[in-house]
Structure formats: structure tokens, C-alpha cells
């Protein structure tokens, strides 16, 4: 285990050499291409004791080629495995025709959330090789390891809608639609994206004045413990859960009870970036703005939701904007930081900070 805990801070430290070392874009496109190699060389053949690893081992070798699991959308996931039938299709498919052997299951869904996020960076980042050096090592310590290492099922469930996400033309709706289905039938969390397309395209841009006054507010209920609050949402989340009973989610919260949680760092972490997201001399972009709009959302979600154990899964939906502001703000320099040395430095604390959450996890 510790060289793979190794491995994860010498890509991060990499990664965050990519960003801000000086060389051609041609080159740094090639080393870029490097790290995710040795990435996926490092997911493939992760301990067997990080979390959820051997889970994902039994189910892929439970899963029969020859029986017909049937396929439904909403309602029970599939008894024997306890996945979605769309994660237990894709497992048969790789049984009968490339390989019945564990570790090549692994590579193929890093590979395919690789890919399919490496198409949502291109989007995002145009031709501009620095900006997705930047945007890859944002999203690597925390999100990208969760999401490849851990939480897999969802992790390409998330790809998916996120490439459901950026498609903006009306025309292109109904492949849209048809993607996000894909998403759902891997992990019906990923229905919260919903949540943040709606917060994205309808809640209006605030003052900096409103922003600041809102995250302080998620500050105080960082460090404050409000036992009521947790209970009025623990009994909102049951009465949502019974209305849409059919999307079996009710079950996550049925047997939760009223504690007191403890500081993490997870909360912390999430939490303190807003500081650099708003350290802004200049106005900031409408589209900057409507990506912060889904953090600070996001913010509250954890806050009041982070009592419930594993529903960091329902705000990770939520931050996985951090990493798309926090690039933003790096190649913008126009913070009242400007020091480029104070933030490299936060820059590779927040490597360590997401390295260390994972590691804590395992």
C-alpha cells in the first residue's frame, strides 16, 4: 500500500511541474500523455485493500456471460451484484470479448474515464496545452483518484454526464438526454448533475459583495456543529426519498442518526478554496460566475448534508467545478495574491491536501 500512496504524490508533483514549468506546447502535451500512462499504470494495479477495490474484483468475477440480467432503468439495481444493470452489461461485454481477468477490468475503466474526460478538458480548454495542464492537475488529487481508484461505478457515470454537460445546442438535445440515461444506468447519482445544470443555467450572477457574505456563512457552518439543522435535512432528504421512491434512494438515509460530526479535512479543504476563488483584483466572467454560483451550492450541500455518512459522494457532483475555477483563477493572475511563489505554494498544498484526503480514505 505505501508505494501505491507513494505513487499518488510523484504524479501529483509531476503534474504540478507541468503547470509551471517553461516549455513548447508540443512537449508538454507529450509529458502530459507520459503522466496519464503512468496513472493508469498505477489504477490497474492498485492493493487490492484500497476501498471498494475488492468489492469491484467480486462483482466483476460474480457476473455470469451467459445469464440474461435483464435491463432496468429505475426501480431495484441488479440483486446479485447490487450495481446498476447498465455497470453490469458493460461487465459481461468485457468478459465475453476482451478478457475475464480483474486488473484488465480496472484498465479499461480508467481508460474509458480517461478518455472521456480528456474529451470534456478539450472543450473546456480549446487548443490551450497550459490551461489543461492546469485543469488535469486540479482535478487529479481529490477527483481524479476518488473517481478512478475508489468509487469507480461512478466515477464513469460522472464522465459520461459531464459530457452531457458541456453540450449547449439545442439541437443536440436528445443526445443529451440519451447520454445522461447512459450516466443513470451506471450510478443513478449522477441525477444530482441534473441539479447542477439547473443551478448553472438559472440562478442569477451575485455581487462579489453577496459571494463573499455567502461563503463566510458556509464558513460558520464549517465550524459550527448544528445538530437541528442536520435533522430538519435528514427528514427533508426522507420525505424527497419517498416521493421518488422508484429511484431507490430513500435507503441511504432511512437508518441515519443524529450525531455531531467532526472537522475534516475534506470540509476544511473544500471550504478554504473559496478564499482563492474570490481573491479576484478584477471583474470576473459571466461563465466564471455561474461555475461559482454551483461551488457555493455545493458548499451548502456539504454543510448541511455532511453529517450522513458517504454523501460526499452527493457533493462531489457539486465541486467537481473547483477544479475549472481554480484554473481560471491561476492563468487569470489578477488576484490581490500576485506573488507567484505564494501561489505555487497553495497551488501544490492543494495536491498534498486532496492526496491526503484520498489516502486517508484507504
Not at 492498485?46 to 457476473?63: A, G, M
Not at 440515461?181 to 447542477?196: D, E, G, N, Q, Y
Amino acid at each position: 500500500m505505501i508505494v501505491f500512496e507513494i505513487c499518488l504524490f510523484i504524479y501529483i508533483l509531476y503534474a504540478f511541474l507541468l503547470t509551471i514549468g517553461k516549455m513548447s506546447s508540443i512537449i508538454r502535451h507529450r509529458l502530459l500523455f507520459v503522466g496519464i500512462i503512468f496513472v493508469l499504470f498505477v489504477v490497474t494495479f492498485r492493493p487490492l485493500d484500497v476501498p471498494d477495490t475488492q468489492s469491484y474484483k467480486d462483482i466483476f468475477n460474480i457476473v455470469d456471460i451467459n445469464r440474461n440480467y435483464g435491463f432496468v432503468i429505475f426501480g431495484a439495481k441488479e440483486y446479485t451484484t447490487g450495481c446498476e444493470y447498465g455497470f453490469v452489461i458493460f461487465i459481461q461485454f468485457i468478459k465475453r470479448f476482451i478478457s475475464s481477468d480483474y486488473r484488465v477490468f480496472f484498465l479499461i475503466v480508467a481508460s474509458i474515464e480517461i478518455l472521456l474526460c480528456a474529451r470534456f478538458i478539450k472543450k473546456i480548454c480549446g487548443n490551450d496545452v497550459r490551461k489543461e495542464a492546469y485543469l488535469i492537475y486540479f482535478t487529479m488529487p481529490y477527483f481524479g483518484y476518488i473517481y478512478l481508484c475508489v468509487i469507480i461505478r461512478a466515477g464513469i457515470a460522472l464522465a459520461i454526464a459531464l459530457n452531457a454537460f458541456i453540450i449547449k445546442k439545442k439541437r443536440n438535445v436528445w443526445i443529451k438526454i440519451l447520454l445522461y440515461i447512459i450516466a443513470f444506468s451506471f450510478h443513478r447519482s449522477v441525477m444530482i448533475v441534473l441539479f447542477v445544470e439547473a443551478i448553472y443555467s438559472l440562478i442569477p450572477i451575485f455581487s462579489k459583495r453577496i459571494y463573499w457574505i455567502l461563503w463566510g456563512v458556509n464558513g460558520i457552518l464549517v465550524f459550527v456543529n448544528t445538530s437541528r439543522l442536520y435533522s430538519l435535512v435528514l427528514n427533508g432528504l426522507n420525505y424527497v426519498g419517498k416521493i421518488f421512491s422508484f429511484l431507490r434512494y430513500q435507503h441511504y438515509f432511512s437508518n441515519v442518526s443524529i450525531a455531531g460530526r467532526g472537522l475534516t479535512l475534506r470540509i476544511v479543504f473544500f471550504w478554504i478554496m473559496g478564499l482563492l476563488l474570490l481573491n479576484s483584483k478584477n471583474e470576473t466572467s459571466e461563465e466564471y460566475n455561474k461555475y461559482y454560483n454551483v461551488y457555493i451550492v455545493g458548499l451548502f450541500v456539504m454543510n448541511a448534508c455532511s453529517f450522513i455518512e458517504g454523501t460526499s459522494r452527493i457533493y462531489n457532483f457539486f465541486m467537481i467545478v473547483l477544479p475549472i475555477l481554480l484554473t481560471e483563477r491561476y492563468l487569470s493572475n489578477t488576484g490581490l495574491i500576485s506573488n507567484k511563489y505564494i501561489l505555487w505554494g497553495i497551488e501544490l498544498l492543494y495536491g498534498v491536501a486532496g492526496v491526503a484526503i484520498i489516502i486517508r480514505l484507504t
